[in-house]
């Protein structure tokens, strides 16, 4: 299985060890600040980002200035369909609200509780790969159905057995071991003209 990268963003180097022990299938990807942030969101591009929001902590790292708000809006303003996980002091619901207006998809308290921030990421992947595969559809890049690929190797099949039997219908019946009443149906199946 490839392992799912995660960004965490926090000056706290203890924090990106306790994450991984959290998550293990995940490959951590560690930042001390805001400009650190959008450096690795740009390089890795992961889907989803736990965000250290306290104020004070990110604007005095020296990795790079700017407050947590700040650096989820520069997040997302990069890369809209990230998933922002906000990590907020239990203590500052008002700080954990003003994440969520600004676009986190979710909040996790600090001090981190490992099995809540492993659920926490699970479902931000979840929701990460549910929107790839709505987009995909949507843009029709979407891999292949059963349905499709049969109809498209039942047709390739048709036309060379046809090619190889030089139009005979009884000997491309013969050839794909199908009756000439089948052979008809799949024809006009497949808009296939025998003329």
Avoid: W
């Avoid at 997040?75 to 907020?88: D, Q, T």
């Amino acid at each position: 299985m490839v392992p799912r990268t995660l960004l965490v963003v926090d000056d706290d180097p203890t924090l990106e060890g306790r994450v991984q022990d959290a998550l293990p299938v995940c490959r951590i990807v560690a930042a001390g600040g805001v400009a650190d942030a959008l450096e690795a969101v740009r390089a890795h591009r992961p889907p989803v980002v736990a965000l250290s929001v306290d104020l004070v902590q990110l604007a005095e790292s020296p990795n790079g200035g700017g407050d947590g708000l700040d650096a989820l809006s520069l997040i997302l303003g990069e890369a809209p369909s990230i998933k922002v996980i906000a990590l907020a002091p239990h203590d500052q619901r008002v700080l954990a609200v003003r994440a969520v207006a600004r676009g986190a998809h979710e909040v996790c308290g600090k001090p981190i509780d490992a099995q809540e921030l492993a659920g926490v990421v699970q479902r931000a992947f979840q929701r990460a790969d549910l929107e790839l595969e709505g987009r995909r559809l949507a843009t029709g890049d979407a891999p292949p159905t059963l349905r499709v690929l049969r109809d498209e190797t039942e047709r390739r099949a048709l036309l060379d057995s046809l090619a190889r039997s030089g139009g005979n219908l009884s000997a491309t019946a013969r050839l794909l071991g199908v009756s000439r009443p089948t052979l008809y149906s799949l024809l006009r199946q497949h808009g296939i003209r025998a003329d």
